[in-house]
């Protein structure tokens, strides 16, 4: 039986941890892909910016976009639940969605 989900781990990201998961599925029937595990590691899987939690985050964002990359050429409509975890919030999520941008003209060009 083929498998109608495609798991795509992009090289720029690190394994997913003991292959339990996929950076990225996509489901043939309308194109959508799911992402999962963006956290602060880098390609190597080594911890970004220990004890400095907007290096952490500017680290997961970026492996958010390095995964829609690899998911391309899906159109860009995107919903997010990034979840944190700290001794105030333990395991705050927050959902958003947004619509897809339109390129925005540029006076002078």
């Not at 394994?15 to 043939?28: D, N, Q």
């Amino acid at each position: 039986m083929t498998s109608l989900l495609e798991r795509v781990d992009p090289p720029a990201l690190c394994p997913p941890v003991r292959g339990l998961y996929a950076h990225v599925v996509i489901a043939p029937a309308g194109r959508t892909a799911y992402i999962a595990g963006q956290v602060a590691l880098d390609a190597s899987g080594e911890l970004v910016g220990p004890g400095d939690h907007a290096a952490q985050a500017r680290q997961a964002f970026l492996n958010v976009k390095l995964a829609l990359e690899a998911s391309a050429p899906l159109q860009p409509t995107w919903s997010a639940t990034p979840c944190t975890s700290s001794a105030t919030a333990p395991n705050s999520c927050r959902s958003s969605s947004a619509p897809p941008r339109r390129p925005t003209a540029t006076p002078g060009r």
